[in-house]
């Protein structure tokens, strides 16, 4: 079970297919305007209401452009998602009712472990982002800075209080979907939980009781292919760069798409532009603008990727070993974008917030003439080939079941 945006959901896609696989029924929760995503995979689906995009779109969703902090922007989805999460609630205790194990996703931690314990299942938690506290870096959605290793802890901390806090009303609306909500003691156990990222990315914290694990990437079920007008595209010239936003909404979708023009056209590099939740959009012979694309196919036939460093995005990046320029937008992707810069895929970072064409058009430059980063970046991809990010959760599913 999971919830979000499309970022929030992907992977779990690609992790549920190899369950499959491995002999496992599988079951995923998520928003309805999702269902799409497990087409192929053998994953079943249940629909959770509310569709993000539309919250995103909304007037309180829009307010989120207005915070000037990471703290901020998360006191501001805090509200917004409150709604939301009791309204999801009985959807995902019914869902829950039909499943031997919990597989819970980050987002919807809480809520999802207390499900499990009213149910009496047991429950594994699939994290896409390191959320526990530690002392070697600050949490992410709050950025970047180190508060030292006592002040890390504490950020930690503090996220997740207020992620608690968040779900507060609807765990205690459990007992209405005849949940008992006695098994604090239960809850209180260490979990097992999973990181769905690689260790080469971001190397797991000393200070991690032993059952936080990193397992490896878990790489989005994708299916189609690219398009004849794409695969037309690619060959009538060099390799172009891509710029993609995912998720995540602007404010000035028209000014932003004529920055990432003008930035293509002074770096002398053709383009593809994935209008994307962001509506983003260009013409011209040197420039095509796209819906949804696999990853796995396009990425790496392109001479850099421009992204909002969404985790899942990040890890498609890195996995295709390509050059990359971080457009971090909120929450979490300025940690991601400083994992690139620091392992030297990235040139440098240019937030949204100060993007203009001058500074992005000089990044480009940099990560596609600067052979350094796509050395570096071909050399991530060797090392994310030779993991198994699912292995782990199999060999976890497999303690539950002895």
Same mark, same amino acid.
Request: glycine share 12%; net charge positive.
């Given at each position: 079970?999971?919830?979000?945006?499309? $970022?929030?959901?992907?992977? &779990?896609?690609?992790?549920?297919?190899?369950?499959?696989?491995?002999?496992?029924?599988?079951?995923?929760?998520?928003?309805?305007?999702?269902?799409?995503?497990?087409?192929?995979? $053998?994953?079943?689906?249940?629909?959770?209401?509310?569709?993000?995009?539309?919250?995103?779109?909304?007037?309180?969703?829009?307010?989120?452009?207005?915070?000037?902090?990471?703290? $901020?922007?998360?006191?501001?989805?805090?509200?917004?998602? =409150?709604?939301?999460?009791?309204?999801?609630?009985?959807?995902?205790?019914?869902?829950?009712?039909?499943?031997?194990?919990?597989?819970?996703?980050?987002?919807?931690?809480?809520?999802?472990?207390?499900?499990?314990?009213?149910?009496?299942?047991?429950?594994?938690?699939?994290?896409?982002?390191?959320?526990?506290?530690?002392?070697?870096?600050?949490?992410?959605?709050?950025? @970047?800075?180190?508060?030292?290793?006592?002040?890390?802890?504490?950020?930690?901390?503090?996220?997740?209080?207020?992620?608690?806090?968040?779900?507060?009303?609807?765990?205690?609306?459990?007992?209405?979907?005849?949940?008992?909500?006695?098994?604090?003691?239960?809850?209180?156990?260490?979990?097992?939980?999973?990181?769905?990222?690689?260790?080469?990315?971001?190397?797991?914290?000393?200070?991690?009781?032993?059952?936080?694990?990193?397992?490896? &990437?878990?790489?989005?079920?994708?299916?189609?292919?690219?398009?004849?007008?794409?695969?037309?595209?690619?060959?009538?010239?060099?390799?172009?760069?891509?710029?993609?936003?995912?998720?995540?909404?602007?404010?000035?979708?028209?000014?932003?798409?004529?920055?990432?023009?003008?930035?293509?056209? @002074?770096?002398?590099?053709?383009?593809?532009?994935?209008?994307?939740?962001?509506?983003?959009?260009?013409?011209?012979?040197?420039?095509?603008?796209?819906?949804?694309?696999?990853?796995?196919?396009?990425?790496?036939?392109?001479?850099?990727?421009?992204?909002?460093?969404?985790?899942?995005?990040?890890?498609?990046?890195?996995?295709?070993?390509?050059?990359?320029?971080?457009?971090?937008?909120?929450?979490?992707?300025?940690?991601?974008?400083?994992?690139?810069?620091?392992?030297?895929?990235?040139?440098?970072?240019?937030?949204?917030?100060?993007?203009?064409?001058?500074?992005?058009?000089?990044?480009?430059?940099?990560?596609?003439?600067?052979?350094?980063?796509?050395?570096?970046?071909?050399?991530?991809?060797?090392?994310?080939?030779?993991?198994?990010?699912?292995?782990?959760?199999?060999?976890?599913?497999?303690?539950?079941? =002895?």
């Amino acid at each position: 079970m999971t919830a979000g945006s499309r $970022g929030d959901v992907a992977p &779990y896609t690609g992790l549920g297919a190899r369950l499959v696989r491995a002999g496992h029924e599988v079951t995923l929760a998520a928003h309805a305007v999702f269902e799409p995503l497990v087409s192929g995979s $053998g994953v079943r689906f249940r629909p959770l209401p509310v569709d993000p995009r539309a919250e995103l779109l909304s007037a309180r969703g829009r307010r989120l452009h207005d915070a000037r902090t990471g703290a $901020g922007k998360l006191v501001r989805l805090a509200s917004m998602a =409150r709604g939301a999460v009791d309204e999801m609630t009985a959807a995902l205790v019914e869902a829950a009712r039909e499943g031997d194990v919990l597989l819970v996703g980050g987002a919807l931690g809480p809520l999802g472990y207390a499900i499990a314990d009213g149910l009496s299942l047991p429950a594994l938690g699939l994290h896409l982002q390191p959320l526990h506290p530690t002392g070697e870096f600050s949490a992410p959605v709050l950025g @970047t800075r180190s508060l030292g290793r006592a002040g890390n802890r504490l950020s930690g901390r503090a996220v997740t209080a207020s992620v608690e806090l968040l779900f507060l009303d609807a765990v205690r609306s459990l007992r209405r979907h005849g949940l008992t909500t006695a098994g604090r003691a239960r809850a209180r156990r260490p979990r097992t939980v999973l990181h769905g990222f690689s260790e080469v990315v971001v190397p797991r914290p000393r200070d991690w009781p032993a059952e936080l694990e990193v397992s490896g &990437y878990w790489w989005t079920h994708e299916t189609g292919q690219v398009s004849p007008e794409l695969e037309e595209f690619l060959a009538a010239g060099p390799p172009p760069v891509f710029v993609g936003l995912g998720s995540a909404t602007v404010p000035d979708p028209e000014g932003l798409s004529r920055e990432i023009v003008t930035a293509l056209r @002074t770096a002398k590099l053709r383009g593809i532009v994935q209008r994307g939740w962001a509506e983003l959009g260009a013409r011209g012979d040197d420039i095509l603008t796209v819906d949804e694309v696999p990853h796995s196919l396009l990425f790496p036939r392109t001479a850099a990727v421009v992204h909002h460093a969404g985790a899942g995005t990040t890890g498609a990046v890195l996995r295709a070993g390509v050059p990359t320029v971080p457009v971090p937008v909120q929450f979490d992707a300025a940690f991601w974008a400083s994992r690139l810069t620091a392992l030297g895929t990235a040139p440098g970072v240019v937030p949204l917030r100060r993007i203009t064409s001058g500074a992005l058009a000089g990044a480009l430059r940099q990560a596609t003439r600067d052979g350094s980063h796509r050395a570096r970046a071909r050399a991530v991809a060797d090392r994310l080939a030779e993991e198994d990010g699912a292995a782990p959760v199999l060999a976890a599913l497999a303690r539950l079941a =002895r």
